[in-house]
């Protein structure tokens, strides 16, 4: 049965936090260690680290902005102008 946030008996103010964005990267309180799909693990000692979501990032699985490029605009499917 899988657990939920509430069976979490963490005090409050010790989870990590992961913020969630519709479009972009998944952001993360550091440090993390990320096991990707090989097996293999990569770390960051940073403070916040953005993983990709989009799978389009060279440096993956850490974001490197190429998301930006492939985001839809708001009104639908064309692309977002670039920065
Ligand atoms: S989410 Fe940013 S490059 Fe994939």
């Known amino acids: 049965m899988p657990s939920s946030p509430s069976d979490d008996a963490r005090p409050p103010g010790t989870a990590r936090r992961v913020k969630v964005q519709r479009r972009g990267p998944m952001l993360v309180e550091g440090p993390v260690e990320v096991e990707l799909e090989d097996g293999t693990t990569v770390f960051s000692d940073r403070f916040q680290v953005a993983l990709c979501t ?30």
């Open 54 to 83: 989009c799978r389009r990032s060279r440096r993956f699985p850490w974001c490197d902005t190429s998301h930006r490029a492939r985001t839809p605009g708001p009104g639908g499917d064309e692309p977002a102008a670039k920065d």
